[in-house]
């Protein structure tokens, strides 16, 4: 699970839609379109925080927020839980039967009550089985994300992996690929290696993700790494 950390600080909150399977309001996502869809998500709110048009307000708090820490919380919500954060500053994205919305980074300490009492454990969905591939059409433009499969995560934790490695590659693209990718709304592709193939996606990266160590795994593990 991903937890906020005890000394407070800044975090961006990431709120996913998971209803109880066979409800009104659907099925919950696969583990592959629930990681696509929570680093699009930041992809496109790391865009609008940081582009040259961006409004200068979530530009200082986007500032704010990488100058502490890129920790990211993953809460799960659904009902009127989940209709009631869309109203709040963010990027909500849908993808392949995943709804997540990835808010405006905040101090801890001034999180709203709406997102607060979402919880934090309880995002587990089920692995679809597949070799990686999207589950639509292929995209040019995606970010190539493979995180590491001899690392044991929550699909909360890993989702936060997934997004920072989406963040981390909107800084590191070349400016021409970033607005590529922003263009075509900040695509990415989960892609699943063995443990043998480890060390081949990690020759390939571009952008290499080592966490924190806040929670679940020991500091400085690399937890994901992404290309394009």
């Known amino acids: 699970m991903t937890e906020p950390a005890a000394d407070g600080g800044w975090a961006m909150q990431i709120v996913v839609h998971l209803p109880r399977p066979g409800s009104p309001e659907g099925d919950p996502p696969t583990r592959r ?26 530009t200082a708090a986007f500032r704010a927020y990488e100058d502490d820490r890129i920790r990211k919380v993953v809460r799960r919500a659904r009902g009127i839980a989940w209709r009631r954060v869309q109203d709040l500053p963010g990027v909500g994205v849908v993808h ?18 709406d997102v607060r009492k979402l919880q934090v ?18 995209v040019a433009a995606a970010l190539a994300v493979v995180v590491n499969p001899g690392v044991t995560m929550t699909a909360g934790k890993t989702a ?10 909107w800084h590191a693209m070349p400016a021409g690929r970033r607005h590529d990718w ?8 989960l892609v ?7 060390p081949a996606a990690l020759g ?15 500091p400085g593990t690399t937890t994901a790494v992404a290309w394009w």
Do not use: I, K, N, Y
Not at 33 to 58: H, K, N, S
């Open 96 to 113: 392949d039967g995943a709804s997540v919305r990835a808010l405006l980074p905040g101090p801890l300490s001034e999180l709203s009550g």
């Open 192 to 198: 699943s290696v063995s443990e043998d193939g480890w």
């Open 204 to 218: 390939r990266a571009a952008v290499v993700v080592r966490d924190g160590g806040l929670t679940e795994v020991t």
């Open 121 to 138: 454990g309880g995002t587990e969905v089920t692995d679809d089985g597949d070799d990686g591939a999207p589950g639509g059409p292929a």
């Open 160 to 169: 936060a992996q997934a997004g920072h490695a989406a963040q981390l590659s």
């Open 33 to 58: 379109a629930l990681l696509e869809a929570v680093a699009t998500a930041v992809g496109r709110l790391v865009g609008a925080a940081c582009a040259d048009d961006a409004d200068p307000e979530w």
């Open 182 to 189: 922003t263009a075509a709304g900040c695509p990415v592709r």
